[in-house]
């Protein structure tokens, strides 16, 4: 069975820190996709990222950048010098390889950013 | 270009009623895909359609049924409303070739009471 588990529920920071989000997924698929999906209070969700389980390599891309390591079934996301704007629920999602383009989602990590 | 767009944003219904809930992708997006959001359960995948066609289902009671239109247009209908049906109805569309890559609307929120 497929899961995406988010253990940090919620987070606060002050405006500049750094900030990881932790996301740990199941799946006994070879080729799978995980997302990082951003819902701020307006409700849509906003496309992050999306990486290649058979592609290991992270990036960076200017405030954000993710950690895949395939050992432990992890796909973290931190935000450098966090804003205010990033203030917004943070989804981790699954697509395994045959299921179209349904997503299996975490429970998400409510981030506050104060000022 | 637009985004998704869903309508009505907001819908209060009563239990045992039926509800029509409508989603206008973005222009040359052929793929349409439903997700329901509740705090107890998260979001979960409904249905996605493609030209038309159902091409995948989650694990939803028959109660929810969905169609897509020649237009790409989709809506999603739900029968005999129940209260646990309360949820933020989210539509999702994508392109064919970059099905990975969905863009979300904001959202039906649908109240049963």
């Known amino acids: 069975a497929q899961k995406v588990t988010q253990a940090q529920t919620e987070i606060s920071v002050v405006e500049k820190e750094d900030v990881t989000l932790d996301c740990v997924y199941e799946?006994?698929?070879?080729?799978?996709?995980l997302f990082w999906y951003k819902q701020p209070p307006s409700g849509e969700l906003v496309f992050l990222i999306r990486r290649n389980s058979f592609d290991e390599q992270n990036e960076i891309s200017g405030r954000y950048s993710w950690n895949f390591q395939k050992s432990t079934s992890s796909f973290n996301f931190t935000i450098t010098a966090s804003q205010v704007v990033d203030s917004a629920v943070y989804f981790c999602?699954?697509?395994?390889?045959?299921?179209?383009?349904?997503?299996?989602f975490g429970k998400g990590t409510t981030l506050s950013v104060s000022s | 270009k637009a985004g998704v767009t869903q309508t009505p944003r907001y819908l209060i219904k009563t239990r045992g009623q039926q509800v029509t809930l409508s989603c206008s992708p973005i222009s040359g997006h052929r793929s349409v895909s439903w997700y329901q959001q509740t705090p107890g359960q998260g979001l979960q995948f409904l249905f996605e359609?493609?030209?038309?066609?159902?091409?995948n289902k989650g694990n939803f009671p028959g109660r929810f049924s969905g169609r897509q239109f020649s237009n790409s247009r989709s809506e999603m209908n739900v029968s005999t409303l129940e209260l646990g049906d309360s949820a933020l109805y989210l539509c999702?569309?994508?392109?064919?070739?970059?099905?990975?890559?969905?863009?979300f609307g904001s959202g039906t929120q649908l109240s049963v009471l």
């Open positions: 799946t006994r698929d070879t080729t799978y996709y």
């Open positions: 999602a699954l697509r395994i390889n045959q299921a179209g383009t349904a997503l299996i």
């Open positions: 359609y493609f030209s038309e066609t159902q091409r």
């Open positions: 999702a569309s994508s392109l064919r070739d970059r099905p990975e890559k969905l863009f």
